[in-house]
């Protein structure tokens, strides 16, 4: 059963710094577009930052130069979301998503079930 898990959250201080991560499990063949979304209560869900197989990371202008999406190196099915100079406006539940091909099965794309993120002023 392949599934995406998210870690890291928090309450942070405006200014401050944290990560997020995100693990793909399940009998996996590859992870293809990995992404982060984030959601506060009353609102929709925003894209947050994007990391193609292919191609370059891309970042919404609300956390661009702040924001960094990357995979490690050293564990391929596991992504992360840096996250620098934090603002109030930053709260909200992170979700990971990505199109994952399975052992078994077409693509298909996976939510986590998200992870809780606060900054205080």
């Known amino acids: 059963q392949v599934q995406l898990v998210e870690s890291g959250g928090g309450l942070a201080q405006a200014g401050s710094s944290l990560r997020v991560s995100c693990v793909a499990s399940?009998?996996?063949?590859?992870?293809?577009?990995w992404e982060w979304y984030r959601q506060t209560p009353g609102k929709e869900r925003e894209w947050v930052a994007r990391?193609?197989?292919?191609?370059?990371?891309?970042y919404a202008p609300s956390v661009r130069g702040r924001f960094t999406i990357s995979r490690d190196d050293n564990a391929k099915n596991t992504m992360y979301l840096q996250m620098n100079n934090l603002q109030p406006e930053d709260t909200g539940v992170y979700f990971c998503?990505?199109?994952?091909?399975?052992?078994?099965?077409?693509?298909?794309?996976?939510w986590g079930p998200g992870i809780q993120v606060t900054v205080s002023s």
């Open positions: 998503h990505a199109e994952i091909r399975a052992v078994t099965g077409l693509p298909r794309e996976y």
């Open positions: 399940g009998r996996i063949l590859r992870v293809n577009d």
């Open positions: 990391r193609p197989t292919r191609g370059i990371e891309t």
